[in-house]
């Protein structure tokens, strides 16, 4: 058994929708009230979810966008790149993982509203993580574009757009 099936059967991960193996570790009991959450909130959310994620270098997480901040953290395996573009079109990077003399920081914070992409950078490895959402990540919130429409968006960033998205 490869480390990567370890990992996946041990956490018992399954296939992401944007790419890449999860599985929700955490969903809190309580919950905001949609009254109290902005406008663009179809109901309430739980106060916090966490999720484990494994990428590949044979997977991606393709570019896709909720409307919560994203909090990765990094546990293993080779460092993950974080591709960002905000709404208004500026693009940014991050690399997490455990060499910090290189500028890889443990955790992240994605900001809401922002589209953004992971992948391992290193071939033939893996990169287990996590990511912690709050408001609570709902499916509701989530959107992955296909290539055309985000490429229609930001054409400038074509290249990267049409590398980290499936169709």
């Keep these: 058994m490869t480390k990567i099936e370890e990992i996946i059967e041990k956490f018992d991960l399954s296939p992401h929708p944007e790419g890449g193996y999860f599985k929700e570790t955490y969903r809190s009991s309580g919950e905001i009230n949609k009254n ?5 909130y179809q109901g ?8 484990y994620f494994l990428l590949t270098s044979d997977t991606f997480s393709a570019f896709h966008k ?5 909090i990765w953290h ?8 974080l591709y960002i573009i905000s709404e208004e079109g500026v693009y940014s990077e991050q690399i997490i993982g455990t060499n910090f003399s290189e500028g890889q ?4 914070v994605v900001p809401g509203n922002h589209w953004f992409a992971a992948k391992t950078i290193t071939a033939n490895d893996y990169s287990f993580a996590g990511c912690s959402v709050s408001p609570g990540f709902d499916f509701k919130d989530f959107e992955l574009p296909s290539r055309k429409e985000l ?3 930001f054409p400038e960033h074509k290249e990267i ?3 980290l998205t499936h169709s």
């Design 36 to 40: 109290s959450l902005p406008q663009s």
């Design 44 to 51: 309430n959310r739980n106060y916090a979810t966490c999720i």
């Design 66 to 70: 909720i409307k919560q901040d994203e």
């Design 74 to 81: 990094f546990y293993a395996g080779a460092p993950i790149k």
């Design 105 to 108: 920081i443990p955790q992240f």
């Design 151 to 153: 490429i229609a968006k």
């Design 161 to 163: 757009i049409t590398g």
